[in-house]
Nanobody, 123 residues
Framework: VQLQASGGGLVQAGGSLRLSCAASGRTFSRYGMGWFRQAPGKEREFVATINWSGGSTFYAGSVKGRFTISRDNAKNTMYLQMDSLKPEDTAVYYC?????????????????WGQGTLVTVSS
């Protein structure tokens, strides 16, 4: 399984970014997926997750109402629309594929990880 995250960059507070995660090497549509992030000096934390069909999603409290996770199984791609960005959202964002079709908030449910994309939000 290969995951390629993209779409990170520098944005001012209040702005928006859309992250993409392109998957290959597996039947993408059968598995849950998630976004995690890791800020400097901090542990990797859960951001959002989506099940195989897109019918079930969960968000961390810190991003709920501002971020939207989605997927396009025909394109083998998952997205994270990030609006109303805050400086505390600054981190490397990682996409991951779960071990089965469900959505999971724990990093330990994800055996496959992408390389990460850096999001920097300036104040």
């Amino acid at each position: 399984v290969q995951l390629q995250a993209s779409g990170g960059g520098l944005v001012q507070a209040g702005g928006s970014l859309r992250l993409s995660c392109a998957a290959s090497g597996r039947t993408f549509s059968r598995y849950g997926m998630g976004w995690f992030r890791q800020a400097p000096g901090k542990e990797r934390e859960f951001v959002a997750t989506i099940n195989w069909s897109g019918g079930s999603t969960f968000y961390a409290g810190s991003v709920k109402g501002r971020f939207t996770i989605s997927r396009d199984n025909a394109k083998n791609t998952m997205y994270l629309q990030m609006d109303s960005l805050k400086p505390e959202d600054t981190a490397v964002y990682y996409c991951a594929v779960a071990g089965d079709s469900d959505a999971y908030t724990t990093r330990y449910a994800y055996p496959y990880w992408g390389q990460g994309t850096l999001v920097t939000v300036s104040s």
